[in-house]
């Protein structure tokens, strides 16, 4: 080959491959994030630093800041956080922010779509019913679930640029008359008494400060004879508060995910009884038979520097804002933690509750 035809054909492969990263790769859902579309929420690009300090600062020590803190801090920067990682989740995890279980043979995409229809199917959603997402995302679970029941879902996120972005997707979808986004705090819920017919929350309730607080307000919300599933993150009867690694995997699962503090499995259920609920079914998904739910963050490191590359030039090129590498890496080392978790068993992210609201005449018994 002539070196001049080598030399276009090396620059055209060369822009094949860029072309490829930044316009084509996306999330791993359809119509997800672009690389050259990352933003930090509604955050300034100037103030993207600051906030990720401020950020970083408040969950250090995410136990000793939950008992410290009043409750009225802990949801602005639970805002913060997805502020800062929803575009990145959109770009590289899709639009439903949760683990599944793996099923040979068969995609991430198939899985998680999988576990979110289980939902639908616990809470016998079908049409004419109404349920309520608490802590939506960007709306992938709600979305799966109204599509596979026929159910009417009205999601709650505390973060407003999520809000829109959900909105977006659902109008895309085609689904934007049976799915409603509200902006709002799930432990203050503004829906009326005994307004929802079922509901479910998909590892949300974890930023709660106190998960009396969130159960009581879905509680008050759902029907009588309603039912609510939640997938809830919890350290597991594995985990040894005196074994350093285990303790050093739990807190980096705490600081990277904005969390007050991981609770134990076995605070669940009593929970849900203290505010009122019946306890249904109580099962941890993660347990086999299930299939790991954790090789999806096995990314290898050539992966990981592809893409940290690509967001350092987009940020050189003033694409991305300033500070997005710095909260691309702390997603990729809160990755790492939660693998040890899932590897050793010591957390799950998918404890599976299914309550009751009791109807008038069993409450009163």
Request: proline share 6%.
């Amino acid at each position: 080959m002539e070196p001049a035809t080598m030399a276009w054909t090396l620059a055209a492969a060369g822009f094949a491959l860029v072309y490829w990263f930044v316009w084509v790769m996306g999330a791993a859902e359809v119509q997800g994030k672009r690389a050259v579309d990352l933003q930090m929420g509604s955050i300034a690009g100037d103030k993207v630093g600051d906030k990720y300090s401020q950020y970083w600062s408040f969950f250090r020590s995410p136990k000793e800041t939950a008992a410290a803190a009043t409750a009225d801090k802990v949801p602005a920067f639970v805002d913060t956080f997805y502020n800062l990682v929803t575009d990145i989740y959109e770009w590289g995890w899709g639009q439903s922010f949760h683990f599944s279980p793996s099923l040979p043979g068969r995609s991430h995409r198939d899985a998680t779509r999988v576990h979110e229809e289980r939902v639908a199917d616990l809470l016998e959603a079908r049409p004419g019913k109404r349920l309520l997402d608490v802590g939506c995302g960007v709306g992938g679970p709600m979305r799966a679930i109204a599509a596979h029941s026929g159910s009417n879902v009205v999601g709650i996120t505390i973060n407003e640029y999520q809000v829109n972005r959900a909105r977006a997707h659902n109008r895309k979808a085609g689904l934007d008359a049976q799915c409603e986004v509200v902006c709002g705090n799930f432990m203050a819920m503004p829906f009326p008494d005994a307004s929802f017919d079922g509901a479910y929350s998909i590892e949300a309730t974890c930023h709660a400060p106190r998960l009396q607080d969130v159960y009581g307000e879905v509680f008050r919300v759902l029907k009588p004879g309603g039912l609510y599933v939640s997938y809830e993150w919890v350290t597991t009867p594995l985990y040894r508060a005196d074994d350093p690694e285990h303790v050093e995997a739990i807190q980096g699962i705490e600081r990277g995910d904005a969390l007050p503090g991981l609770r134990r499995q076995d605070e669940i259920a009593a929970v849900a009884k203290e505010v009122g609920f019946d306890v249904v079914k109580e099962l941890d998904l993660a347990l086999p038979p299930s299939h790991p739910w954790w090789t999806r963050l096995k990314m290898g490191r050539l992966s990981y520097w592809r893409n940290s590359l690509l967001i350092r030039a987009l940020t050189l090129l003033r694409v991305a804002p300033k500070g997005v590498s710095e909260v691309h890496e702390m997603l990729f080392e809160t990755a790492q933690h939660l693998t040890r978790g899932g590897e050793t068993g010591i957390f799950s992210p998918m404890h599976m509750v299914l309550l009751r609201k009791p109807e008038p005449a069993a409450a009163a018994e």
